[in-house]
């Protein structure tokens, strides 16, 4: 990955000194929840955290839901899978859908303009549903495959739940009604299939979740007030970017002072 990963940058940091609004993703929020200094590194000094590799089977699957929901948008009609689990709705209608599902680096997506914190904070959503009443329904994609059923209740599905409220939000600050309840579509890949004969089978389920996006205002004026600070932040509870930077430094540091010859580069700054 190192032809797409340069460890420092330059550009797209923020600046305490400006008055421009400063881009905030989605997936940065999630970030600095996870781990403050992290958030800091990346956001303020431009170090960022290595990019992990695309899932392209996952990729697939997201975009063949897409198509297979656009197919009953553009009729109208609703998918059979909201008539079997009995929810009243239809894939929305939107002339800017096709933008809201894409993010291309923050020009596409769903944006607004936070004033308290002047942070532009957007996310790509994946589809949008209605109901009767006109309430939008946030609608997530999400790929696996195990053996047990798929749910919600894994500690660190709460990034899942993070960002359906943050997709919420979003459409909320845009003036429109969303429905409390949003859903993922969660499809898992069968694993008991004699043999793989050049295809996969998955079993979908749609699994309900009721947000709550009252946490997003105070942690947005946390996340500005520690990106306006010279310090930088304590590290998260359980980062493993920071666990491995401590222990690779100290390493470093023990290695070369046991031999004056090793070389000095690869130094990791400690905090």
Wanted: proline share 6%; with cysteine.
């Amino acid at each position: 990955m190192s032809q797409y990963y340069k460890g420092k940058r330059s550009k797209g940091l923020f600046d305490p000194k400006s008055a421009e609004p400063f881009q905030i993703s989605r997936s940065k929020i999630e970030m600095f929840l996870r781990c403050p200094l992290c958030f800091y590194l990346d956001r303020r000094l431009g170090v960022g955290e290595p990019p992990g590799y695309p899932f392209s089977l996952n990729a697939a699957v997201d975009h063949l839901l897409k198509k297979e929901f656009d197919t009953h948008r553009a009729k109208g009609s609703a998918h059979p899978m909201m008539k079997d689990y009995g929810l009243d709705a239809v894939p929305y209608q939107h002339e800017k859908l096709d933008r809201w599902r894409e993010v291309d680096f923050g020009r596409g997506g769903i944006h607004y303009l936070e004033p308290k914190t002047n942070f532009d904070v957007y996310g790509a959503v994946d589809d949008v549903w209605v109901n009767p009443a006109g309430e939008l329904i946030i609608v997530d994609y999400k790929a696996t495959s195990k053996d047990s059923e798929v749910n919600l209740d894994a500690d660190w599905q709460k990034s899942y739940k993070n960002q359906m409220e943050v997709y919420q939000w979003l459409f909320r600050q845009n003036g429109f009604k969303v429905a409390p309840t949003g859903y993922f579509v969660y499809v898992n890949g069968r694993r008991d299939k004699a043999a793989f004969d050049a295809k996969l089978e998955f079993d979908i389920s749609l699994l309900p979740y009721e947000g709550d996006p009252s946490w997003i205002p105070a942690t947005l004026e946390e996340m500005k007030r520690v990106l306006m600070a010279d310090k930088p932040p304590k590290t998260g509870a359980d980062c493993d970017f920071c666990t491995y930077r401590q222990a690779a430094g100290e390493a470093f540091v023990k290695a070369r002072g046991e031999n004056k010859d090793y070389p000095q580069t690869g130094q990791v700054a400690l905090w």
